[in-house]
């Protein structure tokens, strides 16, 4: 059975830092792993979709990689904002299909 | 403009009532889920479908039932036999069940008085 972990659990950074935030993985046979942000008490937005046969996707300030064979994914996050104060979520998708299996998440908060 | 609906956003309910929390989409999706998120977790699969007519348990299906007459509709039943309803509930959708990007709704937030 497919297990998430994201560490950490909570991060509080200063404006204007560079941050790292992890997702790792028990079963390396995965078909795509995607980050979403959650803010408080909405649903989740997906950020980035990462194919098991790619690296690192990018979008704007933020950076997703990929090393399956190690089952980790990072989320980088360059020169942070008030803005992106949210949860941020990692979930893999199975080679079986649909089921997405989510990490717990780590909250993010980035301080004026 | 495209998207998931939920409604209602918080519902009440006393302990052996049914609830049903309802999930539109008008994004022409074949797959849609729900999913429960309690603090401190991350999200849990209730059911999922593939397509209209067709249905499927995740992982936490029990005291929960579903219906999928619509293509564009996927409406949740938390039942009495649900033990522990309290939670935040999500919908979320598809294009297919393959590789594709969820789209999710804006959550319904039950509570069991």
């Known amino acids: 059975k497919q297990e998430v972990t994201q560490i950490p659990a909570a991060l509080s950074v200063p404006e204007g830092e560079n941050l790292v935030l992890n997702c790792s993985f028990t079963?390396?046979?995965?078909?795509?792993l995607q980050w979403f942000r959650q803010d408080p008490g909405k649903g989740l937005t997906s950020l980035l979709l990462?194919?098991?046969?790619?690296r690192e996707q990018t979008s704007g300030r933020l950076n997703a990689s990929l090393d399956k064979s190690s089952g980790r994914s990072t989320l980088y996050i360059a020169a942070s904002q008030p803005g992106d104060s949210a949860t941020y979520l990692c979930?893999?998708?199975?080679?079986?299909?649909?089921?997405?299996?989510f990490g717990e998440g780590t909250q993010l908060t980035v301080n004026p | 403009d495209g998207g998931i609906t939920q409604s209602p956003k918080y519902l009440f309910r006393k302990e052996g009532q049914n609830v049903t929390l309802s999930c539109e989409q008008n994004?022409?999706?074949?797959?849609m889920y729900w999913y429960r998120q309690d603090p401190g977790q991350g999200l849990r699969l209730i059911y999922y479908?593939?397509?209209?007519?067709?249905?499927q348990k995740g992982d936490i299906a029990e005291g929960y039932s579903v219906s999928r007459e619509k293509k564009e509709s996927f409406p949740l039943t938390v039942t009495s036999a649900q033990k522990n309803p309290t939670a935040f509930y999500l919908c979320?959708?598809?294009?297919?069940?393959?590789?594709?990007?969820?789209?999710f709704g804006a959550g319904s937030r039950l509570t069991v008085l």
């Open positions: 979930a893999v998708q199975g080679t079986s299909g649909s089921r997405l299996t």
């Open positions: 479908s593939q397509i209209v007519n067709d249905f």
């Open positions: 079963d390396s046979a995965i078909y795509n």
């Open positions: 994004l022409n999706h074949d797959a």
């Open positions: 990462i194919q098991s046969s790619q």
């Open positions: 979320a959708s598809s294009q297919n069940s393959g590789a594709n990007v969820l789209t």
